[in-house]
C-alpha cells in the first residue's frame, strides 16, 4: 500500500516530510482549512506526487493551481457531481499533460462513519481515478477519528481507493489486519493527517518515520 500524508502547510517542514519519500504528499487549497496552503510548495523528489486537495472550488480556480504548482493529482473532498469531474478530466489532459506529459490523477472523496450506500460510486466510474473513504465530521477531512472499516467488506467496486480519516500510531495493527482482508482487496493507499500533527499543518517528523517503518515491517 503506498502512503499519503495530507495537510502540508510549512515550508521546512514540507521538506523533512519528503525526506521520508512518502508516495503522496497533500496541500489543501480550501480557505475556510486550518491547514489551507497558499504558500510555494519547495523542490520536492521526482517519486512523491503533489496532491491539490479541493472543496467545492471553480473549475477555472483548480485548472489554474494544478498549473501554477505542477500538481500531480487533484482530490475532490465536497459535493462536486460527475458532470464537474468529467469536466476537469478533459481540462486537465488537454490543457496540462501536453506540457507535463503526465497523468494527472482524479481522487473523489466520500465520507462514511457506520454505513454507505455504495450506489453513489456508481456515476464516478470510469471518471475518477480513486475514491477516497474518510470518516464522515463537522469538517471535511482533518477530524481525527477512524471510520468502521467493516463497511469496506461490501465494496462493490474495482476503482482502487485511498483509507483515510482519524488514522495514526494506534491504527498500525489494526492497519495490517485490515491487509489481509478481503476488503483490502482494492485499498490502493493509506492517508494520513491530523494524528500526526504538532499543529494544523505542522508535522511530527519522528512519529511519521515510525508509523512507516511499522506498516513496512
Known amino acids: 500500500m503506498k502512503l499519503k500524508i495530507c ?3 510549512y515550508q521546512e ?3 523533512a516530510v519528503a525526506a521520508l519519500q512518502p508516495d503522496y504528499l497533500g496541500f489543501i487549497f480550501y480557505d475556510k482549512s486550518s491547514r489551507f496552503f497558499d504558500g510555494k510548495i519547495p523542490q520536492l523528489p521526482n517519486s512523491i506526487k503533489k496532491v491539490g ?6 473549475l477555472d480556480k483548480v485548472i489554474n493551481l494544478v498549473g501554477k504548482h505542477n500538481l500531480q493529482a487533484v482530490q475532490l473532498h465536497g459535493n462536486e457531481s460527475p458532470e464537474y469531474c468529467t469536466k476537469l478530466k478533459s481540462f486537465c489532459h488537454a490543457e496540462l499533460d501536453s506540457a507535463s506529459h503526465q497523468k494527472i490523477e482524479l481522487i473523489k472523496v466520500f465520507s462514511i ?3 454507505f450506500n455504495f450506489d453513489i460510486l456508481k456515476p ?3 471518471i475518477v481515478d480513486y475514491f477516497l473513504f474518510d470518516t464522515k465530521g463537522k469538517l471535511p477531512g482533518g ?3 477512524t471510520f468502521n472499516w467493516d463497511v469496506l467488506k461490501n465494496y462493490p467496486s474495482t476503482t482502487p481507493y485511498f483509507l483515510s480519516g482519524g488514522i495514526g500510531l494506534n491504527e498500525v495493527e489494526k492497519i495490517k489486519a485490515f491487509k489481509k482482508s478481503p476488503a483490502s482487496e482494492y485499498c490502493y493507499a493509506i492517508d494520513v493527517n491530523s494524528k500526526f500533527e504538532i499543529e494544523p499543518g505542522l508535522k511530527n517528523i519522528n512519529e511519521l518515520e515510525k508509523f512507516k517503518y511499522e506498516l513496512q515491517h
Request: no cysteine; glycine share 14%.
Open 7 to 9: 495537510g502540508m502547510k
Open 13 to 15: 517542514n514540507i521538506k
Open 53 to 58: 486537495v479541493f472543496v467545492n472550488e471553480s
Open 113 to 115: 462513519k457506520d454505513s
Open 124 to 126: 464516478y466510474e470510469g
Open 143 to 145: 477530524n481525527g477519528y
